[in-house]
């Protein structure tokens, strides 16, 4: 009987776990959607959006950094504190701001491919930079994504505007960005903590976007229609609050790979959302490109998993 309900509660938690990886995906997903329905008013631009949703976000971190602050008596040092304005400018600030520009070209679901290699541009900087070889294996996997990236690039050419390669070169930097920031990260996470990092990353780049659009806006630049309001509210709680939340509670759940796995279908709830709210067309070709992207990114983080375990 106990060991019945035993696992009863288990099964119940790996359930909440799937549910919770899966809202967070979505969660992550519905950005570039959000994004482009603001862009669909042509009254705001890549600066503007980015602040009104930092400023929306940032009370909240705000909030996380004093309660992280009190959990943690010894104060950050000098070195950590310049590390965590570089990489929260570079990893949120910077990756945040050309992901926005590069929206204003490409559609939603090239947009989150993009973003979905991060997996195989990581690889790359920690060969780089710790002298690590990669395997043919691995190689095999990143030519089968970036093959998957060619499919639905030249899928979207077709249908989108000449500045096409610009969107996805924006997108590119904003993956490379975020990539630099992971490498960087590991090592001041583990010693400054997940949550307390985290927080303090995004106060760093919540002030950046302010900062940004007061110098180079006036203040009429937020007499905006309201639903551009309600667009970074719902960007600020949906797709970027609650997934950092669902996220850690499946992890705990589930556990990491799991998660990975499930937050897969990330490119492809925003290619279905993209064709439902934006009028994004979907094609066999698109659909075998984002299936090419999601094998590779798979196996390369299951590789990189085992490698850390090992």
């Known amino acids: 009987m106990a060991n019945h309900a035993r696992n009863t509660l288990i099964n119940r938690d790996a359930l909440v776990g799937v549910v919770f990886a899966l809202l967070a995906a979505v ?12 862009y669909l008013h042509n009254s705001v631009d890549a600066i503007t959006l980015l602040a009104l949703r930092m400023a929306f976000s940032v009370p909240f971190f705000i909030g996380v950094a004093l309660w992280a602050k009190r959990q943690h008596a010894e104060p950050l040092g000098g070195h950590d504190k310049i590390l965590v304005v570089i990489l929260g400018l570079i990893g949120y600030y910077l990756s945040s701001f050309l992901d926005f520009l590069g929206l204003q070209f490409i559609s939603a679901g090239l947009e989150r491919l993009i973003l979905f290699l991060y997996p195989t541009i990581t690889v790359i900087l920690s060969a780089l930079v710790y002298k690590r070889a990669i395997s043919r294996k691995v190689m095999a996997a990143m030519a089968l994504s970036y093959a998957g990236i060619a499919l639905v690039f030249f899928h979207d050419v077709g249908t989108m505007q000449d ?21 960087g990260a590991g090592h001041a996470i583990a010693r400054i903590g997940a949550t307390r990092f985290t927080a303090y990353a995004m106060i760093v780049a ?56 499930i937050g897969s279908i990330g490119p492809v709830s925003t290619i279905y959302m993209a064709y439902v709210f934006l009028g994004e067309r979907i094609s066999l070709l698109q659909l075998a490109g984002s299936l090419l992207v999601m094998i590779g990114v798979l196996v390369i983080s299951m590789n990189s998993k085992r490698e850390m375990k090992s």
Do not use: C, N, W
């Not at 969660?27 to 603001?38: D, M, P, Q, T």
């Not at 997108?171 to 990539?179: A, D, M, R």
């Open 27 to 38: 969660g992550f997903s519905a950005k570039a959607i959000l994004v482009k329905l603001a």
């Open 163 to 183: 500045s096409i390669a610009l969107g996805a070169l924006l997108v590119f930097s904003s993956t490379l960005s975020y990539s630099v920031y992971l490498v």
């Open 206 to 261: 919540s002030t950046a976007s302010l900062l940004q659009f007061f110098v180079t806006h006036p203040i009429s630049a937020l007499d905006l229609p309201v639903q551009i309001y309600e667009l970074a509210f719902s960007m600020a709680i949906f797709s970027t609050l609650l997934p950092v939340f669902l996220l850690s509670y499946a992890i705990r759940r589930i556990g990491s790979s799991s998660t990975s796995l």
